[in-house]
């Protein structure tokens, strides 16, 4: 794997723990304890929908749109957490990491299910 691509998987792997601290944040600050519900629904919705192993991903470029909107939805919610100039940064760098993956490549994961041959 050249250091190109795994940088740009690292960033993107952080980008989706960025977003859900960023969905706990403003959860948090909004609701009390019921900030622990937007979190939930973002894993939930990128488990369902984008996750590499998820039986019903969507095909590109209709995962690429969501994604764009999900990442945004978490850099609006670094803005309404009072946290605007990380808001702009993370969704800048969030989105572009999402574009790069569609041209360094997927990660590589095998099927749900599935055992490594012996």
């Known amino acids: 794997m050249s250091g190109i691509r795994v940088l740009v998987l690292l960033v993107r792997f952080l980008s989706e723990i960025g977003a859900l601290l960023a969905f706990t944040i403003w959860g948090f600050s909004e609701a009390g304890w019921f900030g622990v519900l ?3 629904a973002a894993a939930a919705i990128w488990g369902h929908w984008m996750a590499p192993r998820s039986r019903t991903r969507l095909a590109d470029p209709r995962r690429l749109l969501a994604e764009i909107v999900f ?4 850099a609006s919610a670094f803005a309404a957490a009072d946290a605007p100039a990380v808001g702009i940064a993370y969704g800048a760098v969030a989105i572009t990491c999402a574009v790069l993956v569609r041209y360094v490549g997927e990660p590589e994961v095998s099927e749900p299910g599935a055992s ?3």
């Not at 990442?71 to 978490?74: I, P, Y």
């Open 116 to 118: 490594p041959a012996a």
């Open 71 to 74: 990442f945004g939805a978490a």
């Open 38 to 40: 937007p979190p939930i």
